[in-house]
């Protein structure tokens, strides 16, 4: 069933209750203040916040940051956060230093028409991630409305993405959510072919589902990253010193004997001794030798994964190709986000999602030369296995 829209209510005079997702990287300046060092995630939430805001609504924003525990700890508190979504929308933003209580519903009733008031960490509370039903009652006390407009933590059943919009009269998406579910559908649902998916990253272990899944539907799985070696030690290929996973051996196998030639895996790999950005390097193709590691895809692998992206009409791409946070092996994704954007220039739907693939197209400039960019790497991953995500599962469906 479609689910209802931010777009399709009337927000008039609502308390609009918004979980937003502003878990984003923090730095200390040389008197202590902390400050955003990136804002991708606060940006990609401001058109419903000013959509509330154009409305006449409350704008009641809550979201979590790092892993503070269950408990208040200065290092995760959103106050930065709230400084700098001010500066972005260049109209006041309150902070206010709990997340329920009186004194929360006090600020939101003086709060006028159109204000924005940003909620602490939710994971300063340990009914968060409980999602227990007393913390998610306070919330619903707070709002008219719930919305959702955090992709990055729908795939989490918590109390501020699926206890509270039980209890609400009104849960919808928000914008950057809708968009979200718009993409990845496609994706998923009606696909143009060829279809290529890219995926990298560590463990196979971390994305056999989704790989499951997208055999059913991709003309070709490429892959990269130190996921590559589990699968070319469980096709016999000498992999060296490189990372894999014994335990997965058998399950990597399966997946190749069943996807044939539609699982690629590079042909050669810029290899190290050691596992260091200032190591020597050299380009191995085939095996690896005994004393090596593979650190990054090869050029010969970036071009033929660049010959079937280019005549590819739908991409979807989640993982590094190589230790990307070294700068002497990140050049194979770097070379995948570059050709995803020739591609979209030549009409392929094309969609990314994962910390490192967005840092990439970042890096590159590259965020408007694709189609969509997800904020979400494990809600992504989720969504393509085809696993119902529990922060939208719950939230209201036209009739």
Known sequence: MPIVSVSDIDLTGKRA????DFNVPLREDETGRRHVSDDTRIRAAIPTIKKVIESKGKAI?????????GAPDPKYSLAPVAEHLEHLLGSPVRFASHLTGGAIKEAIERMPAGGVI???????????????????????????????????????????????????PQAVMGLLLERE??????????????????????????????????????????????????????????????????DKLEE?????????????????????????????????????????????IGPATVQSYRDLLLKARTVVWNGPMGVF????????????????????????????GGGDSVAAITQMGFEDRVSHVSTGGGAMLEFLEGITLPGVAVLNTKP
């Open 17 to 20: 209750l918004i979980r937003v």
């Open 181 to 246: 579910i718009s993409y990845l559908g496609r994706v998923l649902d009606t696909p143009d072919h060829p279809f290529v998916a890219v995926l990298g990253g560590a463990k196979v272990s971390d994305k056999i589902g989704v790989i499951e899944s997208l055999l059913k539907k991709v003309d070709y799985l490429l892959i990269g990253g130190a996921m590559t070696y589990t699968f070319l030690k469980a096709r016999g290929v000498a992999i060296g010193k490189s990372l894999y996973e014994e």
């Open 61 to 69: 924003l809550m979201s979590h940051l790092g892993r503070p525990k």
């Open 252 to 296: 990597a196998r399966k997946l190749l004997r069943e996807a044939g030639d539609r699982i690629v895996l590079p042909s050669d790999h810029l290899v190290a001794a050691e596992f260091k950005n200032e190591a020597a390097h050299h380009v191995a193709i085939g095996a690896i030798d005994g004393d090596f590691m593979g650190m990054d």
């Open 118 to 168: 940003l909620l602490e960490n939710t994971r300063f509370y340990p009914g968060e991630t409980k999602n227990d039903p007393a913390l998610s009652a306070e919330l619903a006390e707070l709002a008219d409305v719930y919305i959702n407009d955090a992709f990055g933590s729908a795939h989490r059943a918590h109390a501020s993405t699926e206890g509270v919009a039980r209890l609400v």
């Open 325 to 352: 946070e070294m700068p002497n092996f990140a050049r194979g994704t770097l070379a995948i986000a570059e050709t995803l954007a020739e591609a979209t220039e030549k009409g392929a739907l094309t969609v990314v």
